[in-house]
C-alpha cells in the first residue's frame, strides 16, 4: 500500500517516524529528495537469500580485493536510499556513503528495487546486483554514462549471471 501526505507532516506522522526510529524499526526506511519512504522488514527469505549472497561472494571479493558490507545509507542525509549490500574499495567511515563499486539488492514484492537506479547511477556506483526470488535469477547491471546496461557477468568480481543464480540454495518458491 502506497501512502503519500502532501504538504508538511502531521504532527502524527512525526510521532510515527520518531517512535520507529526509537525502536530501531527505521533501518530501512529511506528518504528520496526529501520524501520519507517507510520500508517494513523483510520477509526472512529476504535476509536469508542476501546472506546466500554474500556468502557466494565474499571470495571473489577477496581476490579483488575490495571490501563487502551489509545493507548501508547511501547518499546524503536528505536523500540516501539504503540497498540491502555493498562492494566497496575501501571500508566507509561515514553514516551516509557517498558511493559504492557495487550494490546488492534483493528484490521483494512491492518494494522499489528498480526505482532506485538513477539515484545509483548519479551516485556513481559502477554495477548493481539484483537477486530475485520468484524466478529464482541474479541480475547483474553495469553502469554506462547514467544508467545501467544489463550484463552477463560483473566485471568488478567475474561471476555470471547463471553461475551465481545456480550457487544459491532457493528457499520455496510458494512459502
Given amino acids: 500500500m502506497r501512502t503519500v501526505v502532501l504538504g508538511p507532516p502531521p504532527a502524527e506522522l512525526q510521532a510515527l517516524i520518531a517512535r520507529r526510529q526509537s525502536l530501531g524499526l527505521d533501518g530501512f526506511d529511506e528518504v528520496w529528495k526529501g520524501e520519507y519512504h517507510m520500508a517494513p522488514m523483510a520477509h526472512p527469505f529476504h535476509g536469508y537469500l542476501y546472506n546466500q549472497v554474500a556468502v557466494f ?23 540516501f536510499r539504503v540497498p540491502d549490500g555493498g562492494i566497496h574499495r575501501a571500508l566507509p567511515n561515514t553514516v551516509y556513503v557517498p558511493t559504492a563499486a557495487l550494490v546488492i539488492e534483493i528484490e521483494s514484492p512491492d518494494d522499489e ?8 547511477a548519479e551516485h556513481g556506483v559502477d554495477e548493481v546486483l539484483v537477486v530475485t526470488r520468484g524466478s529464482r535469477s541474479a541480475t547483474w547491471l553495469v553502469r554506462d554514462g547514467d544508467h545501467y546496461e544489463r550484463a552477463d557477468h560483473s566485471r568488478l568480481l567475474g561471476p555470471d549471471s547463471a553461475g551465481l543464480a545456480s550457487g544459491i540454495d532457493w528457499p520455496p518458491a510458494d512459502a
Avoid: I
Fill in 57 to 79: 561472494l565474499q571470495p571473489l571479493v577477496n581476490r579483488a580485493e575490495l571490501l563487502s558490507t551489509a545493507a548501508f545509507n547511501l547518499g546524503e542525509r536528505d536523500n
Fill in 113 to 120: 528495487t528498480w526505482e532506485k537506479l538513477d539515484f545509483y
